[in-house]
């Protein structure tokens, strides 16, 4: 069935390094969203990806959707304790069934 | 401003209780959400609705149910509380069913 696999669960990084989450799917996406969650709070919307191949970024975030429309990353450059949360990826399928990854724990050591 | 508001932010119900949780959007949005979210298991959709009396099961909607008799609420009911439904609650809405969602802030239901 569709699915959305997010690694890795957890990155403890010092602050000033940079991270990476990564998210694929064994089938074609219509479009992908990324998500963040600070801790005790909701999801928040970042950003869509729709066109293959497709990078944008958002200050020192970086999303990237790849070619085949299967896979995407965010990084994030020279983390800061405000980068700490839960960083999240819904993968959409034909336009209308989302599947969220289980996640990826930022924590940020100061 | 518009706005996704959930109520109440916390609740400790019995087992066997029936509970209601609700979900109010100003955003005139056609698509409402319900998810659970656990420790290991992210986000899992229980309900969704598309518009009024329109609802739909998610993933994991044994247990629960919704109605959706205007564009601005969908409540979420479960029929007879279980110990495994202590989770946090999330209700979303989205103006299109391909794009981003609004989140409320959640309930945290405990059954005890």
């Known amino acids: 069935g569709q699915q959305v696999m997010q690694i890795p669960q957890y990155q403890h990084v010092q602050e000033g390094e940079d991270f990476t989450t990564y998210c694929n799917s064994s089938?074609?996406?219509?479009?992908i969203q990324w998500y963040k969650q600070r801790p005790g709070g909701h999801p928040v919307f970042l950003i869509q990806?729709?066109?293959?191949?497709e990078v944008k970024k958002q200050k020192r975030l970086t999303f990237q959707f790849g070619e085949a429309k299967k896979n995407s990353s965010l990084h994030i450059t020279a983390t800061q304790t405000t980068d700490v949360g839960t960083y999240f990826c819904?993968?959409?399928?034909?336009?209308?069934?989302?599947?969220f990854g289980s996640g990826t724990k930022l924590n940020v050591k100061p | 401003d518009a706005e996704i508001t959930q109520s109440p932010r916390h609740k400790i119900t019995e087992t066997g209780r029936q509970v209601t949780l609700a979900c109010h959007q100003t955003?005139?949005?056609?698509?409402m959400f319900w998810y659970r979210q656990d420790l290991g298991h992210g986000l899992r959709l229980i309900h969704y609705?598309?518009?009024?009396?329109?609802?739909n099961k998610g993933e994991v909607s044994d247990g629960y149910s919704v109605s959706r008799s205007n564009t601005e609420d969908l409540p979420l009911t479960l029929e007879s509380a279980a110990s495994s439904q202590t989770s946090v609650y999330f209700c979303?809405?989205?103006?299109?069913?391909?794009?981003?969602?609004?989140f409320g802030s959640g309930t945290r239901l405990t059954v005890v």
């Open positions: 955003w005139n949005h056609n698509n």
């Open positions: 979303a809405s989205s103006d299109r069913r391909d794009y981003g969602y609004t």
């Open positions: 990806l729709v066109k293959s191949g």
């Open positions: 609705s598309y518009g009024v009396q329109d609802t």
């Open positions: 819904a993968g959409v399928y034909n336009f209308n069934k989302f599947y």
């Open positions: 089938t074609t996406l219509s479009n």
